[in-house]
């Protein structure tokens, strides 16, 4: 990886944290696995705008980032649309008074994170791809 390059930093951190995701949630640590699966959408993106030639990328919600992206490639439209799905874990798996005071530990499953991976993987997949073909 060029250091140099804010989008091949962006897209190894973003792959880094789906395989951590991943490990979490075989470790029955589904909350977390859903919040690494929205970071690393959200990286992905990022390292999509970087690449684009953005200074600098603001934002943590996927759906925002998304819109942004839009301006340079509207198949983000896409990405967009399952957005949503993912950035309801920015606060959700993360904070015990965002879900009416159960504790997202115990209330996230095997389905949650599954999902939630299966769409960050999707994500990634999808940037890598726009870059490859740039």
């Known amino acids: 990886m060029n250091t140099h390059d804010p989008a091949a930093s962006w897209l190894a951190q973003a792959e880094a944290d789906l395989e951590a995701g991943r490990a979490n949630a075989e470790q029955n640590r589904h909350a977390l696995a859903c919040f690494l699966a929205h970071e690393s959408a959200t990286k992905a993106v990022k390292g999509f705008l ?3 030639g953005a200074e ?3 934002g943590e919600h996927l759906s925002d980032l998304c819109e942004d992206a839009m301006a340079f490639d509207p198949s983000f ?3 967009k ?8 874990h920015v606060l959700a798996a993360r904070n015990p008074d965002s879900i009416g005071g159960a504790v997202p530990a ?3 499953d ?3 994170s599954q999902h939630a991976l299966e769409i960050a993987g999707e994500v990634l ?4 791809q726009k870059l490859a073909a740039d």
Not at 125 to 128: H, I, K, L, N, T
Request: glycine fraction near 4%; charged fraction near 30%; hydrophobic fraction near 40%.
């Open 125 to 128: 997949d999808s940037v890598r």
């Open 77 to 79: 439209d896409f990405v």
């Open 50 to 52: 970087y690449r684009q």
């Open 81 to 88: 649309s399952v957005a949503g799905l993912l950035d309801k």
């Open 56 to 58: 600098i990328v603001w």
């Open 110 to 112: 095997s389905t949650d």
């Open 106 to 108: 115990e209330v996230y």
